[in-house]
């Protein structure tokens, strides 16, 4: 069983910069697939960005390569969201998942756990 909690949502200005947190129960947490997703209401979970447990496979939307970055510690059993140059259109409630799978897959179906997500706001 997976427990995780994200932080550092909040209410930034376009052109501006947010890191989430995502911190997990896991004891194993080092064997653990990762990775972001968001939601706006109305519309279906949207992949963002996945890391495998190593930290050596990154998979991404293409569409945000270059303004958002993932990365983990797991000597911290955290996983991040570095979010560069925000765009209104980024405004969403983000979610942290987890899955065993060795490879990150980046179909939502695919991961067992999830946090309860944190918001981001951007402003015109």
């Known amino acids: 069983q997976v427990q995780l909690v994200e932080s550092g949502g909040g209410l930034v200005q376009a052109g501006g910069s947010l890191r989430l947190s995502c911190a997990a129960s896991?004891?194993?947490?080092?064997?653990?697939?990762m990775a972001w997703f968001r939601q706006t209401p109305g519309k279906e979970r949207e992949f963002v960005q996945a890391?495998?447990?190593?930290?050596?496979?990154?998979y991404y939307t293409d569409s945000l390569k270059g303004r958002f970055t993932i990365s983990r510690d797991n000597a911290r059993n955290t996983v991040y969201l570095q979010m560069n140059s925000l765009k209104p259109e980024d405004t969403a409630l983000y979610y942290c998942?987890?899955?065993?799978?060795?490879?990150?897959?980046?179909?939502?179906?695919?991961?067992?756990?999830w946090g309860q997500g944190t918001q981001v706001t951007v402003s015109s």
């Open positions: 890391i495998s447990w190593s930290g050596g496979t990154i």
């Open positions: 998942a987890a899955t065993s799978s060795a490879a990150p897959p980046v179909a939502a179906p695919m991961y067992a756990y």
């Open positions: 896991a004891r194993t947490f080092s064997s653990y697939s």
